[in-house]
């Protein structure tokens, strides 16, 4: 909830917008004020002294407050929402919650998508430099690499437009909030899940250019290392979204029957970066005439529709809490003036009968 002096501060600086920047208007006093708005007198004073700090007031000793003739512009009721595919599965859930807080406090919502490519990215940053929204809430593109967009989030944070990333952010815009998963310990409690049904030998496929492929990867590696198990790089594979790409539109799971052929060995286990990637390496397994889970183990991220709709259903981790909620509430506390933070959110597991 916005403080109440901040909210006095918004409600009086539009009235000052309507008034076309007259000068030596008089504002009523700290006790009308308070009176109209039902404040104490500390909530007006702290309201107005905002107002003076933005040169749109000036405070008389003994006469009162008057408007200086400045204004300012409005900040936009719109926030824009860019995210890296409109079609993920896990996206509808998170506009739909993102959406429901934003509308609560009034703000329109605009999408836009970047198909996880860096120069969409870059135009739809350049637009919104051009066409100021009131905040960002952004998933990155690419997040694992080095970002050539790094100085357009600079920029647009220079001009005061709030910024939260999803999933993750690039390093090098380090100190701007993120709500991101809590991927590593996802990855380690997946890892540690599977040792303990006695899997000895693990495997992996991660996706390559975006943060969470990696931070979950470092989870698993970590959480063998310390069950005393193998870790044999052979055993991992990495895909990109060129590859996802190519799986979903073009039915072309090479990448996936390569990882059978020759990565997975003697491995009894696979944690997969997400659920879709599960449920096409368990149809390639069934395909191959391998059983899941007697001969193969497979588990996954997300707890999504795909992990309910095939012929195994697949233990997966849930988010405890709804990712697009938080996201949306940490970007209106930025704008309500509170201080803007990264947040991690915890896992649970739900086993079924993929491993």
């Known amino acids: 909830m916005a403080m109440k002096y901040r909210v006095l501060a918004e409600q009086l600086r539009e009235e000052l917008g309507q008034k076309s920047g007259q000068k030596g208007h008089k504002l009523p006093t700290e006790l009308e004020l308070s009176q109209r708005y039902r404040l104490s007198r500390q909530t007006v004073r702290h309201a107005l002294q905002v107002l003076e700090e933005e040169g749109l007031i000036q405070r008389r000793q003994g006469s009162g407050s008057f408007t200086t003739g400045l204004v300012t512009t409005a900040v936009p009721r ?55 929204v009131g905040g ?73 250019d975006d943060v969470q492929g990696p931070q979950r990867y470092h989870g698993v590696i970590a ?30 799971g090479t990448f996936l029957e390569t990882f059978l ?47 309910q709709m095939g012929p195994v259903p697949i233990t997966s981790l849930n988010h405890r809490v709804r990712m697009g909620r938080v996201a949306a509430e940490q970007l209106i506390g930025v704008l309500d003036g509170e201080p803007a933070r990264t947040r991690f959110l915890d896992w649970e597991l739900v086993v079924r009968s993929s491993g």
Not at 79 to 101: G, M, Q, R
């Open 136 to 208: 960002l809430l952004v998933e990155g593109t690419k997040t694992a690499l080095p970002s050539p967009n790094v100085e357009l989030y600079q920029r647009l944070r220079r001009s005061g437009t709030p910024v939260v990333f999803l999933h993750g952010a690039c390093s090098e815009l380090s100190g701007m909030p993120c709500v991101a998963d809590d991927n590593y310990g996802g990855g380690y409690q997946l890892a540690r899940y599977l040792a303990g049904r006695g899997h000895r030998e693990l495997a992996g496929i991660f996706k390559s």
């Open 78 to 132: 719109q926030i824009a929402v860019v995210t890296t595919f409109l079609d993920d599965y896990i996206f509808p859930t998170i506009l739909h919650d993102a959406s429901s807080v934003f509308s609560q406090r009034g703000y329109s919502v605009t999408i836009f998508a970047t198909e996880n490519q860096l120069d969409i990215e870059r135009r739809i940053l350049r637009q919104l430099l051009d066409e100021p």
């Open 223 to 252: 959480a063998m290392l310390e069950a005393g198990l193998s870790v044999q790089d052979s055993r991992f594979a990495w895909f990109d979204t060129e590859d996802r790409r190519r799986l979903l539109e073009e039915k072309d």
């Open 261 to 307: 052929r020759e990565r997975l060995g003697g491995a009894t286990a696979v944690v997969c970066h997400n659920d879709e990637i599960a449920f096409h390496l368990i149809q390639a397994l069934l395909a191959a005439d391998r059983r899941v889970p007697d001969d193969v183990a497979v588990v996954s991220f997300d707890n999504s529709f795909y992990s």
